[in-house]
């Protein structure tokens, strides 16, 4: 059953450490705050909104289960006092993750557990001043599962002192541990935070738009290809990053998230025209999807033009399958579904 999620912003609420990257209460622009009365006015709020609908309580922002236990069962127990909440989920660090939180959570219908795993590669969650390891996430994955859990994992690439393949390696590792849903976060410069000094210093280089959009691709398809949900690519104005939050530098996109498709959509289209002959291809291709097919400012087209020069390129918009790209060669006519993008 998919319930709409209704998110409370606990800022860096218990967290141990202060990650170089990480300046929740910039991000998320909740300036209250974590109180009782704060969160239950802001669950009313949330559910004055689309009053039919049953929805999913999600604290975002902090580490949940590193929270006082009497606080915490406060904080489980607010929902039960609203019938349209039918599920809570949670976000917390991979190293506040036993058999004893989890049988806590458990009993207050928790249903998801998303981890901020970031990486997995120890020299680089030291170099981000994480405070856990590899293990500890491996130990709190398999424990998750275990229990019955849904497992969501967050990771961010170009984070210091990694590399594309350390990212790619990273998505490829967690995909053994079959997580249910996973984001996928380009690692920004924001104001406040220990990387925007090491940045001002000259210590630390962000990835271009361009390197982001190549790395957060390949590993949604790698997550795709393995059954895994990907949620979210890159941080949402509005929705997850406050609009007086001051990016310093990095890849920060209004569309990264379309970004991340159109160039998803042009290496499955380019692999499947790469060993056929032809003159013409047409593509057809939904309303719904021609701005994720074309790409920004047709970019996708201008690709597909350089790589087949010989060819005439035709798009044709159409309103059947609303999830499917079809191409029509002479040698071939082929569908590709992109439904899980």
Partial sequence: MKYRILPIFIPQ?????????CNQKTISGEKEEVSLDRIKRQIEQGL???????VELAYYGGNFTAIDIDFQKKLLELASNFKRIKSIRISTRPDYIDEERLRLL?????????LGIQSMFDHVLNACARGHTTEHSKNAMEMIKRFGFLLGVQVMVGLPKSAYEMDIETAKILTSFS???ARIYPTLVIEGTYLAKMYQRGEYKPLSLNEAVERCSHIKYIFIENGINVIRVGLQPTEEINYDAKVL?????????ELVDSEIIFSMVAQKLQKQKFSKVLFVVHSKNYSKFVGQKKSNIRRFKQHFSHAEIEVLCSNEEVDKIKIITESM?????????
């Fill in 13 to 21: 609420y218990a967290c141990p450490f202060n990650c170089i990257f």
């Fill in 249 to 257: 530098a990095g890849p920060f996109h209004p569309s990264f998230g």
């Fill in 48 to 54: 004055k909104i689309n009053l039919d609908e049953e």
């Fill in 179 to 181: 997580p249910d849903i």
């Fill in 333 to 341: 006519e082929t569908v590709i579904d992109i439904s899980r993008l």
């Fill in 106 to 114: 458990k009993l207050y219908n928790v249903k998801t557990i998303e």
